[in-house]
T-cell receptor, first 115, second 112 residues
């Protein structure tokens, strides 16, 4: 595909459940970022990967949030014991060393609703 | 860490008028300042960016200015059109691969 894709586009879950959100970056992009966007706010950084390793996970709010990128391509954001406050749009972005200023290209997001 | 503030939160302009959005940042190490446009329900898309060694950059109807001393940067849209209606976010970054720190966004409404 031409752009970053994310699945599912919408996810409704109940408080306390476990969810996984998937991001497919642009092919060849080595850097992958996760952001969370609450209604009326700017995206808030969660974690970023350079290849398979998490280079910066300082934005993860607590240990219920975890992300992996085992083969340096697709990434999964995992949220355990979901809470209503986790409801937001989760955005993924990817980037590549050859891009000017390492521009980040965003996916369409996954809208997570925790009931 | 970096903190980015953005004003105004909403901006209504008549078609053909200019729109200006202002952002301030706190970390003097920030060296890259992109602007993203986000239409309702869509992904953020980069519209223009500027590095800290440049004071101004222009691309057709949009321009960005940067004042490193005052730690603020602004987006200028001239001859606004209805399709400019969207939420605009400023952001700042301190290192090449690092995270973007976003402002809270400005809802721009262009009325015909």
């Amino acid at each position: 595909g031409a752009g970053v894709s994310q699945t599912p586009s919408n996810k409704v879950t109940e408080k306390g459940k476990y969810v996984e959100l998937r991001c497919d970056p642009i092919s060849g992009h080595t850097a992958l970022y996760w952001y969370r966007q609450s209604l009326g706010q700017g995206p808030e950084f969660l974690i970023y990967f350079q290849g398979t390793g998490a280079a910066d996970d300082s934005g993860l709010p607590n240990d219920r949030f975890f992300a992996v990128r085992p083969e340096g391509s697709v990434s999964t954001l995992k949220i355990q014991r979901t809470e209503r406050g986790d409801s937001a749009v989760y955005l993924c972005a990817s980037s590549f060393p050859g891009l000017p200023h390492n521009e980040q290209f965003f996916g369409p997001g996954t809208r997570l609703t925790v009931l | 860490g970096e903190n980015v503030e953005q004003h105004p939160s909403t901006l209504s302009v008549q078609e053909g008028d200019s729109a200006v959005i202002k952002c301030t940042y706190s970390d003097s190490a920030s060296n890259y300042f992109p602007w993203y446009k986000q239409e309702l329900g869509k992904r953020p898309q980069l519209i223009i960016d500027i590095r800290s060694n440049v004071g101004e950059k222009k691309d057709q109807r949009i321009a960005v200015t940067l004042n490193k001393t005052a730690k603020h940067f602004s987006l200028h849209i001239t001859e606004t059109q209805p399709e400019d209606s969207a939420v605009y976010f400023c952001a700042a970054k301190t290192d090449s691969w690092g995270k973007l720190q976003f402002g809270a966004g400005t809802q721009v409404v262009v009325t015909p």
